[in-house]
Structures are given as C-alpha cells and as structure tokens.
C-alpha cells in the first residue's frame, strides 16, 4: 500500500497521520518513520504493514511510559499496570519497562523512599504508609529498609493533637474523635494513647 501523504496532526505527542492511497490513516510518532524511512510515494508491501503497525504500538507505549514517569515516580509494576490498563499490550508494556531500566529511568527502591517519606511528611503513621506502598506496588523485599526512615511517632502525633485540641482540655468523646483519626492515619493505639495522656491527664484509656 502507498503512502499518499505524511499530515502533521495536533496531537500533543506529535504524531504524524499516515494516509494511504486508500484513505485510511494511522497515527504515528515521528520517530517510527525515522526508524522505518517513511515517505510520501513509498510502497508499503502488505506483508510489511504489520511489522510497520507493530514498530508504531511499541514507540507507543514507550511514549506513554515516558509521559507516566515524568508525571510521578513508579515502580515497574505499577508503570506495567498503568500502561496495560491504558490499552497497551502485556508485550509492549514489558519492553517499555525494559527500554528504561536501561536507560536507568526506573529505580522502585527510590521510589519506595519517596513514598515514606511523603507519608512522613503527612503526619503519617507506619500502618498508614504500608498502605501507600502496596497501593504504588512496592516490592514487599524492599519495604523494610523504606520504612526504616521513619521516626518515632510521638512528634507527628503531638502536632495532630496540637491542631485538634487547640489548647484545649478535650473531654473523652473529642479523645474518641481524635484517636479515631490517628488510627485511620496509620498510628499505633499505644502511641495514640500515651500522647492523649498527656493532653487529657484526667481520662483513663483502656486498651
């Protein structure tokens, strides 16, 4: 099949559209017709057209990848994910995340670094941030030494009750409301409990 024309598109990627002498079209990224030597007038044998479609899905999918991974960290199992459930094949999708492990763009020990430390920086407590790190699909090996950044919980405790409080006594059911809170924030009850002993000295918190 001949390609009749090579039309620029609006495409925010910058992608081309194909046309073919029959009309139809397809859209690919500049550097598949540097790859393959498209131009205007060639002749495109039919049992070339699928290695042509083929060399067009796979620059694809690395341009997606490149796009996620600019956007936010991600570990290799949550860019093959993203870039399946985007429509991309199992195939596509692996040799994209191969593409970058050699170029060094994928690195899921930082990554799981990064997530503690976010969850640190939220006022975040251990239960709270395993949590984030499954939900990035984390490799369980590399959670320990991840979570091993985080400090003793007292102080993010104290700030939340600070801001809850307000220099306030609390009485037992605003210290049910706030232990509520720090629980779902990932904090462990005895954390929880010796800090509102310091803020409500007269309550008694059974375990």
């Not at 960290?73 to 290799?76: A, E, F, K």
């Not at 809850?164 to 220099?167: A, E, I, N, S, T």
């Given at each position: 099949?001949?390609?009749k024309a090579?039309?620029?598109t609006?495409?925010?990627?910058?992608?081309?559209r194909?046309?073919?002498?029959?009309?139809?079209t397809?859209l690919?990224?500049?550097?598949?017709i540097a790859?393959l030597?498209?131009?205007?007038g060639i002749?495109?044998p039919?049992?070339?057209?699928?290695s042509v479609?083929?060399t067009?899905?796979?620059?694809s999918?690395?341009e997606?990848?490149?796009r996620?991974?600019?956007?936010t960290?991600?570990?290799?199992r949550e860019?093959?994910?993203?870039l399946?459930?985007?429509g991309?094949?199992?195939e596509?999708?692996q040799?994209?995340i191969?593409?970058l492990?050699?170029?060094?763009?994928?690195?899921d020990?930082?990554?799981a670094?990064s997530?503690?430390?976010?969850g640190?920086?939220k006022?975040?407590g251990e239960?709270?941030?395993k949590?984030?790190?499954?939900?990035k699909r984390?490799?369980?090996?590399?959670?320990?030494e991840?979570?091993e950044q985080i400090p003793?919980?007292?102080d993010a405790i104290d700030s939340?009750?600070q801001k809850?409080?307000?220099?306030k006594?609390?009485?037992r059911?605003?210290?049910?409301?706030?232990t509520?809170a720090?629980l779902?924030?990932?904090?462990?009850?005895?954390?929880?409990?010796?800090a509102?002993g310091r803020?409500?000295?007269?309550?008694e918190?059974e375990?």
């Open positions: 099949m001949k390609i090579i039309e620029s609006r495409s925010p990627q910058g992608k081309l194909l046309r073919f002498e029959d009309d139809s397809m690919v990224l500049p550097s598949v790859e030597g498209l131009y205007e002749e495109i039919d049992a070339a057209m699928e479609l083929a067009a899905a796979e620059a999918t690395k997606r990848a490149v996620i991974i600019a956007a960290p991600v570990t290799q860019l093959y994910h993203r399946v459930q985007k991309e094949s199992e596509n999708a040799k994209a191969d593409w492990l050699e170029l060094r763009l994928l690195d020990r930082a990554v670094c997530v503690v430390r976010s640190i920086a006022g975040y239960a709270r941030i949590q984030m790190l499954f939900e984390v490799p369980k090996e590399l959670w320990q991840a979570l003793p919980q007292d939340f009750l809850r409080f307000r220099g006594i609390p009485d059911a605003e210290c049910r409301r706030a509520d720090l779902r924030r990932g904090h462990r009850w005895s954390d929880i409990k010796s509102l803020y409500a000295p007269d309550e918190f375990d």
